[in-house]
C-alpha cells in the first residue's frame, strides 16, 4: 500500500458520492455495495478530495477551517485517507 | 431501542424475465404476481423512501431493462439525492437504452454473467442463447462511461471455472466483481441437488478468490460472498430483519426480504394501500423478526445474536416449516443435520427445473 504523502492528490472515486442525510442528520458516502456513515472529519477531507488539491493543502485548509494546529491532524487526515483508499473510496494520484 | 430507519431499498420492477435462471431470487409463484406498479407509483414509492430515510435504491427484476420507464423512474430517484444501481441481465440492452441511464444519472449498472464458458452459461440462463450479448452489454457499459460491475452466482456447475470467470471479469474492464455463492432459497432450493458446490470447491473457490483480490487490489474489487451450508455461524441475513433494507416487489407487496414471499403465513402490505413509512414501523410482518427480543434459543443467550440475528428467517422457514427458529445453517441449531443431509446430496442430481412461468404455475399450485 502507497504510503500518504504530502504531494499526493487524492480524490474521490467515481463510483463515490458525498452525501448530507437530512433524515438522521448525518453526513454519508454512498457508493454500489454500501453506506458508510462519516464522522465530521472524514466528510471534511472527503469533501476536498477533488484530484486537484495535495494533502498539503487539505491539510492546510483543514488547518484554518478547526484553528488547530497542524501537528493535531496531520496524521489523521494521512489516516483516513489511507483507510478509505484501501476501500477504493479515494484513488490517490502522485 | 429506537426503531432504526432503512438506508436501502430495493425495488423489483418486474418480475418478468428472458432468461431463466434456476438459482433465481425471485419467489416461486412469482407468476401469480401479475400487477405492475405503474410509473407514477415507483416515483412516489422512491420519494416516500427518500423522506423514510433510505438513500440508496437498487433496481432489479425480473429484468428490469423490460421496462421501458427505467430511465425516468431512475431519473426520478436520483433527483431525491439517492443513489442508483441497476442490475441487469444485459441481454437487453442497446446504446440508446445506456445512453438515457447515463443521461437519468444512474451511478452504478451491474451485468450478471452465469459463467465464463459461453455453452454453460446459456445452459444455466435457460431459454434463447444470451451470453454473448451479455458480452457485449458489458463492455458497452464501459463505452457509456460507466463503472462496470459483473455478478456471477456461483454453484456447483460454475465454480470450477471461477479463475476463468476473474479473468474474463479481467478482460472486460470490470472495477467489481461480485461472486456470489448460492443461497438456497426459493428457485435454488428446488435445484439444490444439482447446485449446492462440494466443500472442496467452495474452498478452492475462495483460496482463488483472496489470491485474485490481492493480485488485482486498486484495480478490481473482487466481493466473495461465503456460502452459509459451510460455514460455522449464519449470515446476518441483510444485517437484520426490517433493521437497514426494505425491498418492494413488482407488485407493490413490501417485503423485508426479495424472497420472504417463501414464508407462509406472513402477510405483505401493498404500497397501494399503505405509505412505507406506517409498513416500515407498523405492519405486523416487519415487526415480527425485527431486533432481538423474539429470538427462540439457543439465539437468545448467544452472545453472537446482535452479529446474527439468529440468522435467515426464509432459510429457517423452507428448512424446519418454522420462521422463528434458529437458521440451520448455524452449527449450533438442533436442525443443523438438514444442512449435513443435504451437503450429502449434492451433485445426485443434474436435471435443472428452470425459473418460469409454466414451472412457476405449477410448483406454487399444490401450496394454495
Given at each position: 500500500?502507497?504510503?500518504?504523502?504530502?504531494?499526493?492528490?487524492?480524490?474521490?472515486?467515481?463510483?463515490a458520492?458525498?452525501?448530507?442525510?437530512?433524515v438522521?442528520?448525518?453526513?454519508?458516502?454512498?457508493?454500489?455495495?454500501?453506506?458508510?456513515?462519516?464522522?465530521?472529519?472524514?466528510?471534511?477531507?472527503?469533501?476536498?478530495?477533488?484530484?486537484?488539491?495535495?494533502?498539503?493543502?487539505?491539510?492546510?485548509?483543514l488547518?484554518s477551517?478547526?484553528?488547530?494546529e497542524?501537528?493535531?491532524?496531520?496524521?489523521?487526515?494521512?489516516?483516513?485517507?489511507q483507510?478509505?483508499?484501501?476501500k477504493?473510496?479515494?484513488?490517490?494520484?502522485? | 431501542m429506537?426503531?432504526?430507519?432503512?438506508?436501502?431499498?430495493?425495488c423489483?420492477?418486474?418480475?418478468?424475465?428472458?432468461?431463466?435462471c434456476?438459482?433465481?431470487?425471485?419467489?416461486?409463484?412469482?407468476?401469480?404476481?401479475?400487477?405492475?406498479?405503474?410509473?407514477?407509483?415507483w416515483?412516489?414509492?422512491?420519494?416516500?423512501?427518500?423522506?423514510?430515510?433510505?438513500?440508496?435504491?437498487?433496481?432489479s427484476?425480473?429484468e428490469?431493462?423490460?421496462?421501458?420507464?427505467?430511465?425516468?423512474?431512475i431519473?426520478?430517484?436520483?433527483?431525491?439525492?439517492?443513489?442508483?444501481n441497476?442490475?441487469?441481465?444485459?441481454?437487453?440492452?442497446?446504446?440508446?437504452i445506456?445512453?438515457?441511464?447515463?443521461?437519468?444519472?444512474?451511478?452504478?449498472?451491474?451485468?450478471?454473467?452465469?459463467?465464463?464458458?459461453?455453452?454453460?452459461?446459456?445452459?444455466?440462463?435457460?431459454?434463447?442463447?444470451?451470453?454473448?450479448k451479455?458480452?457485449r452489454?458489458?463492455?458497452?457499459?464501459?463505452?457509456?462511461?460507466?463503472?462496470?460491475?459483473?455478478?456471477?452466482?456461483?454453484?456447483?456447475?460454475?465454480?470450477?471455472?471461477?479463475?476463468?470467470?476473474?479473468?474474463?471479469?479481467?478482460?472486460?474492464?470490470?472495477?467489481?466483481?461480485?461472486?456470489?455463492?448460492?443461497q438456497?432459497?426459493?428457485?435454488?432450493?428446488?435445484?439444490?441437488?444439482a447446485?449446492?458446490?462440494s466443500?472442496?470447491?467452495?474452498?478452492h473457490?475462495?483460496?482463488?478468490?483472496?489470491?485474485?483480490?490481492?493480485?488485482?487490489k486498486?484495480?478490481?474489487?473482487?466481493?466473495?460472498?461465503?456460502p452459509?451450508?459451510f460455514?460455522?455461524?449464519?449470515?446476518?441475513?441483510l444485517?437484520?430483519w426490517?433493521?437497514?433494507f426494505?425491498t418492494?416487489?413488482?407488485?407493490?407487496?413490501?417485503?423485508?426480504?426479495q424472497?420472504?414471499?417463501?414464508?407462509?403465513?406472513?402477510?405483505?402490505?401493498?404500497?397501494?394501500?399503505?405509505?412505507?413509512?406506517?409498513?416500515?414501523?407498523?405492519?405486523?410482518?416487519?415487526?415480527?423478526?425485527?431486533?432481538?427480543d423474539?429470538?427462540?434459543?439457543p439465539?437468545?443467550s448467544?452472545?453472537?445474536k446482535e452479529?446474527d440475528?439468529?440468522?435467515?428467517?426464509?432459510?429457517?422457514f423452507?428448512?424446519?416449516?418454522?420462521?422463528?427458529?434458529?437458521?440451520?445453517?448455524?452449527?449450533?441449531?438442533?436442525?443443523?443435520?438438514?444442512?449435513?443431509?443435504?451437503?450429502?446430496e449434492?451433485?445426485t442430481?443434474?436435471?435443472?427445473?428452470y425459473?418460469n412461468?409454466?414451472?412457476?404455475?405449477?410448483t406454487?399450485?399444490?401450496?394454495?
Amino acid at each position: 500500500m502507497t504510503a500518504i504523502a504530502d504531494t499526493s492528490k487524492p480524490r474521490l472515486a467515481d463510483k463515490a458520492r458525498l452525501k448530507w442525510d437530512a433524515v438522521r442528520e448525518k453526513h454519508l458516502l454512498l457508493f454500489p455495495e454500501g453506506v458508510l456513515v462519516l464522522n465530521q472529519t472524514a466528510h471534511d477531507v472527503l469533501a476536498l478530495c477533488d484530484g486537484q488539491r495535495a494533502v498539503a493543502e487539505i491539510v492546510k485548509t483543514l488547518v484554518s477551517q478547526y484553528a488547530v494546529e497542524i501537528n493535531a491532524i496531520d496524521a489523521d487526515v494521512k489516516e483516513i485517507l489511507q483507510k478509505l483508499a484501501q476501500k477504493t473510496f479515494v484513488t490517490i494520484n502522485d | 431501542m429506537e426503531t432504526p430507519r432503512p438506508f436501502s431499498l430495493l425495488c423489483e420492477l418486474t418480475y418478468r424475465c428472458p432468461l431463466q435462471c434456476p438459482y433465481c431470487s425471485n419467489p416461486l409463484d412469482f407468476a401469480r404476481h401479475t400487477t405492475e406498479l405503474k410509473t407514477e407509483e415507483w416515483q412516489r414509492v422512491l420519494t416516500e423512501a427518500a423522506d423514510l430515510g433510505v438513500v440508496q435504491a437498487h433496481f432489479s427484476g425480473g429484468e428490469p431493462l423490460l421496462r421501458a420507464d427505467v430511465p425516468e423512474i431512475i431519473r426520478h430517484a436520483r433527483g431525491l439525492g439517492l443513489y442508483t444501481n441497476l442490475s441487469t441481465g444485459g441481454t437487453l440492452l442497446t446504446e440508446i437504452i445506456a445512453g438515457q441511464l447515463r443521461d437519468a444519472g444512474l451511478d452504478s449498472l451491474q451485468v450478471s454473467i452465469q459463467d465464463a464458458d459461453a455453452e454453460n452459461s446459456d445452459r444455466m440462463a435457460g431459454g434463447a442463447p444470451s451470453f454473448e450479448k451479455k458480452i457485449r452489454a458489458a463492455r458497452l457499459v464501459k463505452s457509456t462511461g460507466f463503472s462496470l460491475t459483473i455478478n456471477v452466482v456461483l454453484q456447483r456447475q460454475n465454480i470450477g471455472r471461477i479463475e476463468a470467470i476473474i479473468a474474463l471479469a479481467e478482460d472486460l474492464g470490470a472495477e467489481r466483481l461480485e461472486l456470489a455463492n448460492t443461497q438456497f432459497n426459493g428457485w435454488a432450493l428446488k435445484n439444490r441437488a444439482a447446485l449446492l458446490p462440494s466443500r472442496a470447491q467452495v474452498e478452492h473457490a475462495a483460496c482463488v478468490a483472496r489470491a485474485a483480490s490481492e493480485r488485482l487490489k486498486g484495480q478490481m474489487k473482487i466481493l466473495y460472498v461465503l456460502p452459509d451450508y459451510f460455514e460455522q455461524f449464519p449470515k446476518p441475513c441483510l444485517h437484520g430483519w426490517g433493521r437497514v433494507f426494505m425491498t418492494v416487489a413488482a407488485d407493490g407487496a413490501v417485503l423485508p426480504c426479495q424472497t420472504a414471499r417463501e414464508i407462509r403465513g406472513l402477510k405483505f402490505d401493498n404500497v397501494r394501500e399503505h405509505s412505507l413509512e406506517k409498513i416500515w414501523f407498523e405492519s405486523e410482518t416487519f415487526c415480527k423478526f425485527r431486533g432481538t427480543d423474539w429470538l427462540p434459543e439457543p439465539c437468545q443467550s448467544c452472545p453472537r445474536k446482535e452479529m446474527d440475528f439468529g440468522g435467515c428467517r426464509c432459510q429457517a422457514f423452507l428448512l424446519t416449516g418454522d420462521a422463528a427458529v434458529t437458521d440451520p445453517a448455524c452449527s449450533l441449531s438442533p436442525r443443523h443435520n438438514l444442512i449435513a443431509e443435504a451437503l450429502a446430496e449434492a451433485g445426485t442430481n443434474e436435471k435443472l427445473i428452470y425459473r418460469n412461468a409454466v414451472e412457476s404455475l405449477q410448483t406454487s399450485s399444490n401450496r394454495r
